[in-house]
């Protein structure tokens, strides 16, 4: 007869991360435009992206050279929480700043 406790033992399998159902990532990505200034631009990534003001700038310079740039990497809920905060701090400054979430 077999005891349950070893049936579960030979049935017990570790995932490795690959497996392990971790959420999905996804690249927040602010959108160049010809009407929000660049300081606007970097006071978004310093306020709602926490990043420190040198590499604020940098990624300004690429939304603005580039048409985009990454603003940041994050699990579903949090980008779509950070991308509504753009949105909103952008309409209500008068600006058109846009910014997309694309999976990582």
Request: proline share 5%.
């Given at each position: 007869?077999?005891?349950?406790?070893?049936?579960?033992?030979?049935?017990?399998a570790v995932k490795d991360t690959d497996e392990a159902g971790l959420?999905?990532?996804?690249?927040?990505?602010?959108l160049n435009d010809h009407y929000t200034t660049m300081?606007?631009?970097?006071?978004i990534l310093e306020?709602?992206?926490?990043?420190?003001?040198?590499e604020a700038?940098?990624?300004?310079?690429a939304v603005h050279?580039?048409?985009?740039?990454?603003?940041?990497?994050?699990?579903?809920?949090v980008a779509e929480t950070k991308c509504a905060a753009v949105h909103?701090?952008?309409?209500?400054?008068?600006f058109p700043l846009r910014c997309v979430m694309e999976p990582e």
């Open positions: 007869m077999t005891n349950i406790r070893d049936a579960a033992k030979t049935h017990t959420p999905p990532r996804y690249r927040v990505v602010l300081e606007f631009v970097v006071e306020q709602v992206f926490l990043k420190p003001h040198d700038v940098k990624i300004m310079l050279g580039h048409g985009s740039g990454v603003a940041g990497v994050y699990v579903r809920q909103r701090r952008a309409r209500c400054e008068g």
